[in-house]
């Protein structure tokens, strides 16, 4: 009997992804998943390849994940999502004014100039940006396009925005909520400097996607990666890298807010192509 065996996409948007990986391939190896990986430079090409079939499971973005569900029925397929990590859940997006604005509601932003992050962020740019619109808020939009193609993974458009936010160059500025804290922690922000104004609903990150019907390296690949502890010392240093604690089951359930955001900004048609006219990966 042949072993199982899995080819994975991942997207290198950091170096940090072939160390990551790396780690995790001696891991899986050594409990009998022939388990190998490749790299990307978007995540556009990877969607297509997994769609294709050219590779087994993608380590995709939220942005990733709609793609593929939307080429793989055009195909007359299916993917699912096989596991997320336990931080890729319940998360939201946050508008942040300085904290001596005078905008306290999110209804006074109209009219104002909010930065975003890249075109491709869910994040920072699609999801804020849908939330501010089903509020009936309009705004100028100033995006900062750095990475893209990398859906947001790179965080510096959204950096660049909390800087143009601290240095008065625009009213509000769009972001994660954990990376909220992250910029006022590393000084990008100032302590106390700013407040928030407006926040999404709660929406689903990152999963790793795979086709349907699985291969038997597919089913163990997520048994694998569901039994990783992070008390284990061998995957530990690998998980705070990659940014969990734990692998959980994949779900679908949390991506209606950006599936409504792609709807309205067009950014992807309903069977997959890209039809975002400033997007170029």
Same mark, same amino acid.
């Given at each position: 009997? &042949?072993?199982? &065996?899995?080819?994975?996409?991942?997207?290198?948007?950091?170096?940090?992804?072939?160390?990551?990986?790396?780690?995790? *391939?001696?891991?899986?190896?050594?409990?009998?998943?022939?388990?190998?990986?490749?790299?990307?430079?978007?995540? /556009?090409?990877?969607?297509?390849?997994?769609?294709?079939?050219?590779?087994?499971?993608?380590?995709?973005?939220?942005? !990733?994940?709609?793609?593929?569900? *939307?080429?793989?029925? !055009?195909?007359?397929?299916?993917?699912?999502?096989?596991?997320?990590?336990? =931080?890729?859940?319940?998360?939201?997006?946050?508008?942040?004014?300085?904290?001596?604005?005078?905008?306290?509601? =999110?209804?006074?932003?109209?009219?104002?100039?909010?930065?975003?992050?890249?075109?491709?962020?869910?994040?920072?740019?699609? #999801?804020?940006?849908?939330?501010?619109?089903?509020?009936?808020?309009?705004?100028?939009?100033?995006?900062?396009?750095?990475?893209?193609?990398?859906?947001?993974?790179? #965080?510096?458009?959204?950096?660049?925005?909390?800087?143009?936010?601290?240095?008065?160059?625009?009213? !509000?500025?769009?972001? #994660?909520?954990?990376?909220?804290?992250?910029?006022?922690? /590393?000084?990008?922000?100032?302590?106390?400097?700013? *407040? #928030?104004?407006?926040?999404?609903?709660?929406?689903?990150?990152?999963?790793?996607?795979?086709?349907?019907? /699985?291969?038997?390296?597919?089913?163990?690949?997520?048994?694998?990666?569901?039994?990783?502890?992070?008390?284990?010392?061998?995957?530990?240093?690998?998980?705070?890298?990659?940014?969990?604690?734990?692998?959980? /089951?994949? *779900? &679908?359930?949390?991506?209606?807010?950006?599936?409504?955001?792609?709807?309205?900004?067009?950014?992807?048609?309903?069977?997959?192509?890209?039809?975002?006219?400033?997007?170029?990966?």
């Amino acid at each position: 009997m &042949s072993t199982p &065996s899995v080819l994975m996409g991942a997207v290198a948007y950091d170096p940090k992804v072939v160390t990551i990986w790396e780690g995790f *391939r001696a891991w899986l190896r050594g409990r009998g998943l022939d388990f190998d990986f490749v790299l990307y430079s978007h995540y /556009e090409r990877q969607v297509e390849d997994l769609v294709a079939g050219r590779i087994d499971a993608a380590w995709n973005s939220p942005l !990733a994940w709609l793609r593929a569900e *939307r080429l793989a029925t !055009a195909n007359g397929t299916r993917v699912r999502a096989l596991t997320m990590r336990d =931080t890729d859940q319940d998360l939201t997006s946050v508008v942040v004014v300085r904290a001596d604005s005078p905008v306290r509601r =999110t209804a006074d932003l109209e009219g104002l100039t909010v930065a975003v992050g890249a075109v491709d962020s869910p994040q920072a740019t699609l #999801i804020p940006l849908g939330h501010l619109a089903a509020a009936g808020v309009g705004v100028d939009v100033r995006r900062f396009d750095v990475g893209v193609g990398l859906h947001g993974d790179h #965080i510096g458009g959204e950096r660049d925005a909390a800087r143009a936010l601290t240095a008065g160059e625009v009213d !509000a500025a769009c972001m #994660i909520d954990a990376n909220h804290l992250v910029f006022v922690r /590393e000084g990008t922000l100032p302590p106390e400097g700013t *407040r #928030i104004v407006a926040q999404t609903a709660p929406y689903d990150h990152c999963n790793m996607t795979v086709r349907v019907p /699985e291969s038997a390296g597919v089913r163990l690949f997520g048994t694998l990666l569901l039994g990783m502890s992070y008390a284990d010392p061998q995957v530990r240093p690998l998980l705070d890298l990659e940014g969990l604690t734990a692998w959980r /089951e994949g *779900r &679908s359930t949390g991506y209606d807010a950006l599936a409504d955001a792609v709807d309205a900004s067009g950014f992807y048609s309903p069977d997959g192509r890209v039809t975002a006219t400033d997007y170029r990966p």
